[in-house]
DNA sequence: CCTCTTAGCTAATTAAAATTAGCCTTATTA
DNA sequence: TAATAAGGCTAATTTTAATTAGCTAAGAGG
């Protein structure tokens, strides 16, 4: 019963390091501790599984984003947060965006298969541009408004400080993607980005 | 003597819309009109020709490197084209830094078969980073350290607002990357974002 | 305790792609 | 002008990976 949850596992590990068309089911099979052949007891074939993970990655993006979390709308519920925030506060949340975009295992992982397949798939594309782009956009936007109404930052086009809030972060996401090593670097740059931000658009 | 750079060209077209994984010699072959066979009087075999495409690439980026262009290091060249640079001008640039990224057509096959393949080779991932990150951070760094020595910005930190410049830029980049339809919007954001920054950054 | 399902295995089988063999034409050149 | 090399082709061959067949043990439930 796990077993069929642990394919998904170890296949979308496989898929968010190669690729779909580099990895082999006796590989996946291997990680699960099982046989290829055993693998069909639990789907019907190789892309059978991969669609499953797509599938999972669309329900969990549902249920995510109807609550409240990086990518969510809850502007009302953090707009309390925020009101008449501290530099180093708005320090901590974006340290914390970062850390949870790069370490979350499961998001880390999504986000390099997305990588990786993005080209190949409009519907993957799409689903790429969503999570790392329309939605973090729409949220920060929707909070820097408030900031602005609330005379907390200076009233400039919420939408592009809200990219210019953003990039950064993604940036230096992508690098730490590919040369884990650079963490501490990108931190301190991190760090130093939204202090900067905050001080120029500060009322 | 042409069909040997024909394979190449063909199969970098291929790998960026693809990936490695997903390329079949024998679609390297029909695009450049021979038949698969035939690809093996020019190269050992399918990973000869990934290699031939890397080995290629390093040249150009040695060369360009070496010579002014987006990620070079002639900053005293610029200095002077930038000293007192209007708003106009800095969106002129930033406009055509994106759209020379976005519609370069070898430019453009690198980027993606780097981005599709950058997890599974740690070369490639450093290619990668110098090329999106290291490079233009730099360049960036360079010239605007220039441009406040100049007293037209604020003195701030030059790295950072590089990645400030920047990011956005790269951000926007992506995004059409995998939604060629979405560039009249990002080039919307562009303008604004480069205007912006402008009017938070000078002096 | 019997039987049926589940989920594993090994041993095929199939399918697809890469690569090799070997032939043919053209063009160069000694 | 004969020899040779380059570069193409078709027809194998090899390799590799996906998938199927069919056996078996374990355990659930009547």
Redesign the pocket.
Known sequence: ?D??KKILEVALTLFSEKGYGN?????I?EG???????????Y?????IFDAILEEMRNRYDKEAAHLNITGNDFFVDSKVYNNISEDELVKMGIGLFSFFLHDEYECKFRKMLTIEQFSDKELAELFSRQYFNEPIKYQTGLLQLLIMQGNMKNEDANVMALQFFAPIYLLMTVCDREPQREAEALQMLEKHIRQFSRMYKE
């Open positions: 019963m077993t069929k990895v082999y089911v006796g590989q099979a699960v501790g099982i046989k290829a052949p055993s693998l069909y007891k639990h019907k074939s190789k892309q059978a």
